[in-house]
């Protein structure tokens, strides 16, 4: 009741008025029935806005730090994300895929939709980056279709490091479902789980446009900040040089 009356009534509503986000292709979304969305991720507000455009119920898998918080706070951050159908998972141990799956299979039972982030994490600078096999394990293992989804804009509605940027109109595409029937009973082989992959990664990357780089989002963040360090210490070494030279 809490996800209808946050779409519906509270959040939903506003968020309509204010950024009036497009939909492409919400056909290809079947209107009843278990289907994985499998989308880009620019944007800690694309699970917002993908859900927003569809008539159904679109459920996700969130660190477990947002449910676990004490005091008022820490109660009324579960109330939220459990209401607004995310599912607690934790990330930091070495079951974390198993666990995610389990859930993912779980809301896939109950005739729902599931929302995945194959890259895993947020792209830091718009670029597309390579698909973790988790989304195809899922689909093969469940027979389930994947329907690719590309979110346009979000990252100018909320940049990477910020928690609000400017008011613009956010794109939500909606591919034809990929169908991975032909790779029934091959769950367990990596070089199809590598080929499915980047099969859906290859679509998203049709409907959104970006830049594809066949690299791990987390590996090219954690370049782009050791650069970043590298940079500004040879910055300071180059003022502390020109200081004693004065």
Not at 83 to 110: F, N, T
Request: proline share 6%; hydrophobic share 40%.
């Amino acid at each position: 009741m809490f996800y209808w009356f946050l779409k519906l009534v509270a959040l939903g509503p506003v968020i309509r008025l204010v950024f009036r986000p497009r939909c492409d292709g919400i056909e290809n979304v079947p209107s009843d029935g278990p289907a994985i969305l499998a989308s880009n991720h620019l944007s800690y507000a694309d699970w917002l806005f993908m859900p927003l455009v569809l008539p159904r119920r679109v459920s996700y898998v969130a660190k477990a730090e947002y449910f676990t918080g004490t005091g008022f706070k820490g109660w009324m951050q579960k109330s939220f994300f459990t209401g607004s159908g995310q599912i607690p998972i934790d990330r930091s141990g070495a079951s974390a895929a198993e666990g995610a799956l389990l859930s993912a299979k779980a809301v896939l039972e109950r005739g729902e939709l599931f929302g995945i982030f194959p890259e895993g994490t947020r792209s830091h600078d718009g670029k597309l980056y390579r698909g973790k096999t988790g989304v195809a394990r899922l689909a093969l293992e469940t027979g389930m279709p994947v329907i690719p989804v590309a979110v346009i804009g979000t990252d100018e509605v909320a940049p990477p490091g910020k928690k609000f940027g400017k008011v613009t109109r956010p794109v939500v595409r909606f591919g034809t479902p990929l169908d991975f029937s032909r790779y029934e009973g091959l769950a367990g082989d990596r070089y199809i789980l590598r080929s499915v992959t980047d099969e859906i990664m290859y679509a998203i990357m049709q409907l959104s446009g970006q830049e594809y780089v066949d690299v791990y989002a987390s590996r090219a963040k954690a370049d782009a900040k050791q650069a970043e360090r590298a940079e500004r210490a040879e910055r300071d070494g180059e003022g502390s040089e020109g200081r004693k030279a004065s």
